[in-house]
């Protein structure tokens, strides 16, 4: 079972980035996926959560507007669309599943990601 962040890297402030979630051992439209972000020195903090009904449930008020998340469930992958990129988002991005609803503590969540590099900056 392995989950896989992908799509992080370099961009400007004021950008666009999708983050990619893809999954191998498991079928993801069964889980609820998290999306979570670590940035130096700070714990880790939730952003969103996309349930198996593909309901969206947001953690972070600084991102409410400015990040969604989606499914290609034929492709098993889950997606984090985030705009209007600030250098306060930079930080590891990480993709988790729960087989609950969706929750906002990283410990509820018993698959991970390997994180992937989000860096804003001009």
């Known amino acids: 079972v392995q989950l896989q962040a992908s799509g992080g890297g370099l961009v400007q402030p004021g950008g666009s980035l999708r983050l990619s979630c893809a999954a191998s051992?498991?079928?993801?439209?069964?889980?609820?996926i998290g999306w979570f972000r670590q940035a130096p020195g700070k714990g880790r903090e939730g952003i969103l959560c996309i349930n198996w009904r593909d309901g969206i449930t947001h953690y972070q008020d600084s991102m409410t507007n400015r990040a969604t998340a989606s499914r290609d469930n034929a492709k098993n992958t889950v997606y984090l669309q985030m705009s209007r990129l600030e250098p306060e988002d930079t930080a590891v991005y990480y993709c988790?599943?729960?087989?609950?609803?969706?929750?906002?503590?990283?410990?509820?969540?018993?698959?991970w990601g390997q994180g992937t590099q989000v860096t804003v900056s001009s």
């Open positions: 988790a599943a729960t087989d609950t609803w969706c929750r906002q503590n990283p410990d509820d969540y018993n698959i």
């Open positions: 051992g498991i079928t993801l439209e069964s889980y609820s």
